[in-house]
Antibody, heavy 120, light 106 residues
Framework: QVRLVESGGGVVQPGGSLRLSCAAS????????MHWVRQAPDKGLEWVAV????????YHTDSVRGRFTISRDTSKNTLYLQMTSLTTEDTAVYFC?????????????WGQGTLVSVSS | DIRMTQSPSTLSASVGDTVTITCRAS??????LAWYQQKPGKAPEPLIY???TLESGVPSRFSGSGSGTEFTLTISSLQPDDFATYYC????????FGRGTKVEVK
């Protein structure tokens, strides 16, 4: 079955960088768009970024555009989120999620999340 | 950007109750709306997509309805496992979540 496993979270100082990974298995990774969604402590869900099934198209929410970059490596079945210029506002659990199809769609599978804590 | 207004933010209910959660969009979604359930410390799980289609394996006591800008999630005969937080999500233009509804024990 579909499995998504995030890693790479941790504690980082303001202004620092971090790269999150999401290892995918159980489905043909190159057939589906993939997303990052985050959830600040005791807050709701916030969509962060999407990458198309072939990796050629990406889109980031306004609050992270220019600082975060979503990417994917089909040879490794892995999704990434490179995060730079981190602020305390970026503290959250980051989930990767699989789209139901190759096109803009809802998320039918989610990873368990990885915690990013930005603190001095 | 499409804004999603979800209500109520908290709902107190008892086992066996029927509960309804509403989501309003700032523009028509043409049915491109999903509902998720999230329990503390866990990832969200999809319940309904395309406004009213039940995700495989989801109990039939969950149902979704609506069109245009107004949508509802109904849980009939609330079970102990249903106490959780529920989110709506539009996926017509980009992706946006509602602020969530916590269903708690009355």
């Amino acid at each position: 079955q579909v499995r998504l496993v995030e890693s790479g979270g941790g504690v980082v100082q303001p202004g620092g960088s971090l790269r999150l990974s999401c290892a995918a298995s159980g489905f043909t990774f190159s057939d589906f768009g993939m997303h990052w969604v985050r959830q600040a402590p005791d807050k709701g869900l916030e969509w962060v970024a999407v990458i198309s099934s072939d990796g050629t198209n990406t889109y980031h929410t306004d609050s992270v555009r220019g600082r975060f970059t979503i990417s994917r490596d089909t040879s490794k079945n892995t999704l990434y989120l490179q995060m730079t210029s981190l602020t305390t506002e970026d503290t959250a659990v980051y989930f990767c999620a699989k789209q139901f199809s190759a096109y803009a769609d809802y998320f039918d599978s989610w990873g368990q999340g990885t915690l990013v804590s930005v603190s001095s | 950007d499409i804004r999603m207004t979800q209500s109520p933010s908290t709902l107190s209910a008892s086992v066996g109750d029927t509960v309804t959660i509403t989501c309003r969009a700032s523009q028509s979604l043409y049915g491109w709306l999903a509902w998720y359930q999230q329990k503390p410390g866990k990832a969200p799980e999809p319940l309904i997509y395309k406004a009213s289609t039940l995700e495989s394996g989801v109990p039939s006591r969950f149902s979704g309805s609506g069109s245009g800008t107004e949508f509802t999630l109904t849980i009939s005969s609330l079970q102990p496992d249903d106490f959780a937080t529920y989110y709506c999500q539009q996926y017509k233009t980009s992706w946006t979540f509602g602020r969530g509804t916590k269903v708690e024990v009355k």
